[in-house]
């Protein structure tokens, strides 16, 4: 059994910050490539950032500059720190997480971001 678990949403004035983690655990290797996607009322999910275990990172255009995406291995862990945050950055965000040897990915239950103006 694997679980994904998110937390750290919340809501914020536009210009704020925020910082989601999300841990991974259960019967598995290791953690190989852990993202951050986000899905708006009526719109579909889209990648926000992954990091793979080498330490590369992926940003979309909207955060980048923004947002930041990091990973503890040893606790199976990454994190996305939010600053700057925009009213269109609201969204549920998810995370997702491919392991070593398991042929699927995991994702969790999501964390509601709501960026007021």
């Known amino acids: 059994q694997v679980q994904v678990v998110e937390s750290g949403g919340g809501l914020v004035q536009a210009g704020g910050s925020l910082r989601l983690s999300c841990a991974a655990s259960?019967?598995?290797?290791?953690?190989?490539?852990m993202g951050w996607y986000r899905q708006a009322p009526g719109k579909q999910r889209d990648l926000v950032a992954s990091?793979?275990?080498?330490?590369?990172?992926n940003y979309a255009d909207s955060v980048k500059g923004r947002f930041t995406i990091s990973r503890d291995n040893a606790k199976n862990t990454v994190y996305l720190q939010m600053n700057s945050l925009k009213p269109e950055d609201t969204a549920v965000y998810y995370c997702?997480?491919?392991?070593?040897?398991?042929?699927?990915?995991?994702w969790g239950q999501g964390t509601q971001v709501t960026v007021s103006s």
């Open positions: 997702d997480v491919g392991f070593i040897q398991l042929p699927r990915t995991y």
């Open positions: 259960g019967s598995f290797f290791r953690a190989n490539v």
């Open positions: 990091v793979i275990s080498g330490g590369t990172t």
